[in-house]
């Protein structure tokens, strides 16, 4: 089958699913404004929007004579509000739609003019597919009821993330971009309230983005900074590195549309504490692989933190439910599975 993944090349989660498809023995070609590095995959440069998305129709219409050369079986658009919007713009069909998050949880507030076209666009595809039952949720809620919406996790390679002894230490590690949705502040206030209690934690905050100076100048202020690291943006290798290290992972999120990051510490053997927001109560048992606490909640967060750092035992017991729980349920090879069934249903009703 030939795949046309319509995508930010950029993004791992990009160029996962096309080395997925690609391995299966799917022909996957990506039209994107950047290439998608690493994966073989065949590469169409599409430019990237103007201020204003003025010269959408002009990318569109590339985008629509690259789709009647290549002759896909079927095209797949990640990120409604960017790709998505762009491929219903090139009348590519049959058409998947992908919903990520923000594309439907915050480009339609920001105007009755971007609500309407994302409507439209989803509107425009033969599927959608959304990570998790509270972002097909959302979709449905924007999309016509004759489009289909189906629960595709963004599953993890359990074999990469496999589960690993403890490493003794009292690591706190949030694998998520800096930035202020995901909670890095609510972090550094509960690491000081732990550590007056006299647990001796650490922090490391994972990953690149906008929060990442003031993140270190509040680590300063709050006197964390020797016991805080920022190591900025990794590789997969490192995360999984800084990931066994671990005690406890931590995703305070303040929105959050799934939660691979979550999964990955799960995977890995370590308990994790999230908000109870969004799509996260989906992929933490509360209790069992994890603790689920309020949203910007510091002292919970603080007290369910402090909790579980003093007890190796239920660490141990939860980290091992954790693994368990995504081979059962978030594996990568089962992901791949229903996608490449949504594409054959597509397919056959194209």
Known sequence: MTVL????????????????????????????????????????????????????????????????????????????????????????????????????????????????????????????????????????????????VEVVPFGVDTAFFAPAPPSGELVVVSNKHLEPVYGGDLLLEALARVRSQGIPARLALLGGGSQADALSRRAKALALDDVVDLPGPLPPEA??????????????????????????????????????????PEVVVDGVTGVLVPVGDIAALAAALAELLRDPARRAVMGAAGARWVREHFAWTASLDRMEAVYREVRGSG
């Open 239 to 280: 995360v999984r590195t800084w990931l066994v290290r671990a005690a406890v992972a931590a995703y305070p999120s303040y929105r959050e549309s799934f939660g691979v990051a979550t999964l990955e510490a799960s995977a890995v053997g370590r308990p994790v504490i999230a908000s109870r927001v969004g799509g996260l």
């Open 5 to 148: 993944l319509v995508a930010d090349g950029a993004s791992i989660h990009t160029r996962r699913w096309a080395a997925g498809l690609a391995a299966r023995g799917h022909r996957v070609i990506v039209a994107s404004e950047t290439p998608p590095d690493d994966t073989g995959a065949e590469w169409v440069p599409l430019a990237a929007p103007r201020r204003g998305r003025l010269n959408l129709p002009a990318v569109a219409r590339a985008l629509a004579a690259a789709a009647r050369r290549l002759r896909p079986d079927v095209v797949h658009a990640h990120y409604a509000s960017h790709y998505g919007i762009l491929a219903a713009a090139a009348g590519c069909r049959p058409l998947v739609v992908s919903v990520w998050g923000a594309d439907v949880e915050v480009f339609p507030r920001r105007s009755v003019l971007h609500r309407r076209i994302l409507q439209w666009a989803l509107g425009r595809a033969d599927r959608l597919t959304a990570t998790s039952g509270h972002l097909a949720q959302v979709a449905r809620a924007l999309a016509p009821a004759t489009v289909p």
